[in-house]
């Protein structure tokens, strides 16, 4: 059976509108909403970048701060450079003296004596020793001036090589008769002293 709509044409004309606005204030309701969670979004989005911005600046403020404080390590770490070039060039010849007499004395026979020493740094990097000692000896006999050669050329004595007699003649000492000689001996790289080492200091530079 059809409905029979007894009201006028007006109020169907009445009841469209409000209808449409309803429905355009629910749209407009829809955006506004929108609108507040875009603006409320990009609001945490601009506080967490401030945020990050004033960390940073802090970060930069202190990385400005620690290159105040080592303004001064270039000018130390050219001075320490030039400290070590220094010694590097004083001591690159270096020889353990100390040592080296204190292993002769430790190998000396008991029938000899010496009574001059006379030490010297090779300088020609070209040669196979770093240096040369030359001796002057007395013995009471002449094997006693091959016993002194036979110590100086044992394992006793590591700095020393190729040692031999430059000049060997008798003598007499009061009553007694004894041997002077002269010996030349070379010296090889374990006469370096450790000097150099031990006295630049190591660092982190």
Known sequence: MRSIN???????????????Y???????AAYLALLVVLT?????????????????????????????EFEGVEGLVAEYDANVALMQTALADDLSWGRILNDLGRILPDSVWLESFRGTVEDDPSTLHVGSVQVTGVGFDFPDVSA??????SDRFPAATATWVTSVSEGQIG?????????????????RSDRLETRIPRTGL
């Open 6 to 20: 007894l009201l006028p044409p007006e109020a169907h004309v009445k009841e469209q509108a409000r209808a449409r």
């Open 22 to 28: 309803a429905r355009l204030a629910l749209l407009a």
């Open 40 to 68: 409320l979004v990009w609001q945490a989005r601009a506080t967490e970048a401030e945020q990050d911005a004033a960390a940073q600046q802090q970060t930069n403020r202190a990385l400005e701060a620690q290159v105040v």
């Open 148 to 153: 002194w050669l036979r110590s100086l050329d």
């Open 175 to 191: 009553e007694a008769k004894v041997v002077n000689f002269i010996s030349q001996t070379s010296l090889t790289e374990a006469a």
